[in-house]
């Protein structure tokens, strides 16, 4: 016999948040979300970020033509390319369910998700502001993992992560959703978990599986990320110097970035300045830096031509922009207060 607490709507009903860029990836995440077994969502909110009025309005046709019977459940907003935060909360908004449950547009739910989940919605104490999902990433088994590859499967075990973490919604509310300062795809979730933890209620993670894809990646996608060090930034001006204990986040190498690229602007400056000695001194700790920097991301990896030429190049390139990203953040939000101090 079910359990009844699995098909009581007041313990489990639910609404899927989808924010997109409409992305291929969307009509097998709605395809996988279709054919999962178990209690259906009240609602699906489709987040369409994309950034103005122009984009083709016909785009989202076919992912939704995968939703079979969902479709009739299934709304469109529009969010004006404001980052996926601001679009978590566009469709945040919207949700009258008990339960808002966000999932990214490219991960594929278990084919036992909604079942699972339903499970985990039933068992969450009264105390439980959330559940998290599990997250599985699929690397290749006939080659070392590539840098990019090494870095999605971090995703399963991160914590809090949006790409399938579901929230009350009233909790999601006292707490005034996310921080849509977060324009990137990287510590809003943290923020948010953050946020509700310190409000007295728990996070656990459930028994659900979510499978993350690999997406396809251009060879400066690590150049690109460093930008996330300008919400490490703000992430200390919300939570404090201590945030990354807080997060059971890694710390980064964001120190000896700087020194790196202290090290290399210094040897440029005393070369200008005649004083070679000094010069081939800091240019020899910038070098030694960048090696160790290079090899720590080439030795785990296939090492192929292309991949350790992209890994010695942007091993170069990633010291200065993460330190530039930094310091802007820094400026940028200098003046953010603490987050309990606006709560």
């Given at each position: 016999m079910t359990d009844p607490a699995l098909t009581d709507p007041a313990l489990t009903g639910y609404a899927v948040v989808i924010p997109t860029l409409v992305r291929d990836t969307l009509a097998d995440c709605l395809a996988a979300l279709a054919a999962s077994n178990g209690p259906g969502p009240d609602e699906i909110v489709l987040v369409d970020d994309r950034p103005g009025p122009h984009?083709?309005?016909?785009?989202?046709?076919?992912?939704?033509?995968?939703?079979?019977?969902?479709?009739?459940?299934?709304?469109?907003?529009?969010?004006?390319?404001?980052?996926?935060?601001?679009?978590?909360n566009t469709g945040m908004r919207a949700v009258i369910a008990p339960w808002t449950v966000f999932l990214d547009d490219d991960v594929q739910v278990g084919p036992h998700?909604?079942?699972?989940?339903?499970?985990?919605?039933?068992?969450?104490?009264?105390?439980?502001?959330?559940?998290?999902?599990?997250?599985?990433?699929?690397?290749?088994?006939?080659r070392r993992p590539t840098d990019w590859e090494r870095g999605t499967a971090g995703l399963a075990?991160?914590?809090?992560?949006?790409?399938?973490?579901?929230?009350?919604?009233?909790?999601l509310k006292r707490v005034g959703g996310f921080d849509e300062r977060f324009t990137r795809a990287y510590r809003?979730?943290?923020?948010?978990?953050?946020?509700?933890?310190?409000?007295?209620?728990?996070?656990?993670?459930?028994?659900?599986?979510?499978?993350?894809?690999?997406?396809?990646?251009?060879?400066?996608?690590?150049?690109?990320?460093?930008?996330?060090?300008?919400?490490?930034?703000?992430m200390r001006r919300l939570h404090g110097p201590d945030w990354w204990a807080k997060a059971v986040a890694p710390r980064g190498r964001i120190r000896r970035h700087a020194a790196v690229t202290t090290a290399g602007l210094a040897a440029l400056v005393l070369a200008a300045a005649g004083r070679s000695r000094a010069a081939a001194v800091a240019g020899?700790?910038?070098?030694?830096?960048?090696?160790?920097?290079?090899?720590?991301?080439?030795?785990?990896g296939p090492r192929t031509r292309e991949e350790v030429a992209a890994m010695v190049v942007t091993s170069v390139l990633i010291p200065p922009a993460a330190t530039w990203h930094r310091l802007s953040g820094l400026w940028r939000y200098r003046a953010a207060p603490a987050w309990r101090e606006v709560a």
């Open positions: 984009e083709d309005p016909t785009a989202l046709e076919h992912p939704m033509s995968v939703l079979g019977d969902l479709r009739e459940r299934t709304v469109v907003l529009r969010s004006g390319g404001r980052g996926p935060a601001a679009a978590r998700w909604r079942a699972q989940l339903a499970q985990d919605l039933a068992e969450a104490a009264p105390d439980t502001g959330a559940v998290q999902g599990v997250i599985a990433v699929p690397l290749p088994g006939e075990r991160a914590r809090w992560i949006t790409a399938d973490m579901a929230y009350r919604t009233d909790v809003e979730d943290a923020d948010l978990a953050l946020r509700v933890l310190d409000q007295g209620w728990r996070i656990r993670r459930g028994r659900r599986t979510t499978r993350h894809p690999v997406r396809p990646a251009s060879r400066w996608v690590s150049l690109r990320q460093q930008r996330g060090n300008a919400d490490d930034a703000l020899l700790g910038w070098a030694a830096g960048t090696g160790e920097f290079a090899w720590a991301r080439i030795a785990p």
